[in-house]
């Protein structure tokens, strides 16, 4: 099983970017998918996740900015990102709780992608 992420790059602040997520490999069921960030000197955080019914969850600092989606058909989660803040500079990482085909469960990550926001 293995994620691979997509997006990012350097924005100016107020613009937008859009990240995205496949999931692929042995997999019996994914549950939660989300994205993390982690800037530089600062420890990982949740930015969005969405569970496999589409309830969200967003962290304070970007509710009305940002959007997480999923498509569970094609095994992809997505970050929409409006109102990019010069804050919002971080390398970007996808994750997702999946059960693979021998029914083993646990948290997979994508490569990390960064988002550069200048001011």
């Known amino acids: 099983v293995q994620l691979q992420a997509s997006g990012g790059g350097l924005v100016q602040a107020g613009g937008s970017l859009r990240l995205s997520c496949s999931a692929s490999?042995?997999?019996?069921?994914?549950?939660?998918m989300g994205w993390y960030r982690q800037a530089p000197g600062k420890q990982r955080e949740l930015v969005a996740s969405?569970?496999?019914?589409?309830?969200?969850n967003y962290r304070d600092s970007v509710k009305g900015r940002f959007t997480v989606s999923r498509d569970n058909a094609k095994s992809t989660v997505s970050l929409q990102m409006n109102s990019l803040k010069p804050e919002d500079t971080a390398v970007y990482y996808c994750?997702?709780?999946?059960?693979?085909?021998?029914?083993?469960?646990?948290?997979?990550w994508g490569q990390g992608t960064l988002v550069t926001v200048s001011s």
């Open positions: 994750n997702a709780d999946i059960l693979d085909l021998n029914y083993v469960a646990r948290q997979y």
């Open positions: 969405i569970s496999n019914d589409g309830r969200t």
């Open positions: 490999g042995r997999i019996s069921r994914i549950n939660d």
